[in-house]
């Protein structure tokens, strides 16, 4: 694998993880518990649409096949999605979604805060401006695990059981391959096995003051960056591509 080769499929992992998480946290839009909350997940939705764009449109720079970011949004088959299995699971109710989304925006923090260190100036600049948008979204889904789990008998309980199911999915956001190791030795990636190590620490940290227990480790879904993905992910697509299959090149 060439480092070009490594760089595209760098870029594209990170940017199908903001892409789809964006697009499953969309369809809480007009649902929230809240109007502010509804707002508020709109928002974040919007924030990880955007960082997709940027990444994307770097990705399909890098790759030099004449496709743009709403090809590789819209136009590649499920086995080409290179996301993570955490951000495709769906919503269910307010407690998965936030916990899903605690889990994620802790990784997406520190990976970032770690990216704007990298070689590659483009990755860097991305790093530098989704990293605002990023703190703001961890605080948020921080507060209200704080709020679930120190609250009623039955949200602790609920986001207790939420954290439970999610577990086995964290396992993937640490999983190396020869793609990390080439952008690690060129200084463009992030050594993801330091980043586990503070991403356990600052999950810890919101878990004891949500009076939550973090469960222990075991197995660990794989698949999503190799494109195996679960079966909630082809519906998402085919509602994410609808528009773009229904009437090919269509712009607005």
Not at 30 to 37: Q, R, S, Y
Not at 92 to 114: C, N, P, S, W
Request: net charge negative; proline share 2%.
């Amino acid at each position: 694998m060439t480092k070009q080769e490594a760089l595209f499929e760098y870029t594209l992992r990170a940017g199908d993880d903001s892409l789809i998480l964006g697009q499953r946290l969309s369809e809480w839009c007009g649902h929230g518990p809240v109007l502010e909350e509804d707002i508020a997940m709109t928002n974040i939705a919007l924030d990880l649409i955007g960082q997709a764009t940027s990444l994307l449109a770097y990705a399909a720079e890098v790759e030099g096949k004449d496709r743009d970011e709403d090809q590789l949004a819209f136009l590649r088959y499920e086995k080409e999605y290179k996301n993570l299995l955490l951000v495709e699971h769906p919503n269910i109710d307010f407690g998965v979604t936030m916990a899903r989304q605690f889990l994620f925006d802790v990784f997406h923090y520190h990976f970032f805060k770690e990216l704007t260190q990298s070689s590659d100036s483009q990755l860097a600049a991305i790093a530098e401006k989704s990293l605002k948008e990023v703190t703001y979204h961890v605080k948020h889904s921080s507060e209200w695990i704080i709020r679930l789990g120190d609250g009623t008998e039955e949200s602790h309980t609920r986001i207790q059981q939420a954290v439970n199911d999610l577990w086995e999915y964290t396992g993937e956001m640490f999983v190396m391959d020869q793609v990390d190791e080439i952008m690690i030795a060129e200084g463009v990636g992030v050594d993801l096995a330091r980043i586990k190590t503070i991403w356990h620490d600052h999950v810890q940290q919101v878990f004891e003051r949500a009076t939550l227990t973090m469960p222990e480790y075991g197995y660990m879904q794989l698949g999503g960056r190799q494109g195996r993905h679960t079966e909630y992910m082809g519906y998402l697509l085919s509602e994410m591509q609808y528009m773009q299959r229904a009437y090919p090149n269509m712009q607005w």
